[in-house]
């Protein structure tokens, strides 16, 4: 059974950069056929997803168009975990983050409640 | 991207009643190599994650009591909670995996009258 264990900071300055890290425990993160997913949820935006990792002889990027162009994702095989960044957030990206495995997104972190605040 | 809408927003059944969730989806779903739709089913409660109920409209994940089914197809959807249950209150997601940025529907809570 695949787990996901998320780490990171729960409170972000505005302009600052937001990062999380997910563990896989139970799956390899450069399986070629799996997907590794950042999303968030906030009661204004509901369930969104943010973008995936995924390793197909290549590692490969799909990003939301919402926050393209601030949000990097990438993998650590040797740890076997994937992390998140998202740049120069705001208040609006107060938010509950998940990383999420998967195509159809059957396992789940824990969740990280991330307050953008001064 | 592709807009999903679930109805109603909330849904007050009594236990042993049916529940029925609808979504439809703004544009077509349908996965050609396998000739399904990329259409899933979640279940959240308070302060948890979401959990995976049901993939390409009506495969029930491992786990998942059979009162969960999915039906569907074009661009409506349908979640049906057969024999509702004290624990099945919760809120509940459509979500389509057919292309990025992946979307889900806004949440119908299910509640007891």
């Known amino acids: 059974q695949v787990q996901l264990q998320q780490s990171g900071p729960g409170l972000v300055k505005p302009s600052q950069t937001l990062s999380l890290t997910c563990v896989i425990s139970g799956d390899s993160v450069s399986r070629n056929t799996a997907a590794w997913n950042w999303l968030r949820q906030s009661p204004s935006r509901g369930l969104e997803w943010l973008g995936r990792t995924y390793y197909r002889s290549e590692w490969l990027h799909d990003y939301a168009p919402s926050v393209a162009g601030r949000i990097f994702i990438d993998a650590d095989t040797s740890k076997n975990q994937f992390s998140l960044q998202l740049a120069s957030v705001t208040p609006g990206d107060t938010a509950v983050y998940y990383c999420?495995?998967?195509?159809?997104?059957?396992?789940w972190g824990q969740g990280t409640l991330v307050i953008v605040s001064s | 991207d592709i807009v999903m809408t679930q109805s109603p927003d909330t849904l007050a059944v009594s236990l042993g009643e049916r529940a029925s969730i609808n979504c439809k989806s703004s544009q077509n779903i349908l996965y050609s190599s396998n000739n399904r739709n990329s259409l899933a089913w979640y279940q959240q409660k308070p302060g948890q994650p979401p959990k995976l109920l049901i993939i390409?409209?009506?495969i029930r994940e491992t786990g998942v009591p059979d009162r969960f089914s999915g039906s569907g197809s074009g661009t409506d959807f349908t979640l049906t909670i057969s024999n509702l249950q004290a624990e099945d209150v919760a809120v509940y997601y459509c979500q389509q995996s057919y292309t990025v940025p992946l979307t889900f529907g806004g949440g119908t809570r299910v509640e007891i009258k």
């Open positions: 390409w409209t009506s």
């Open positions: 999420a495995g998967e195509f159809f997104l059957d396992s």
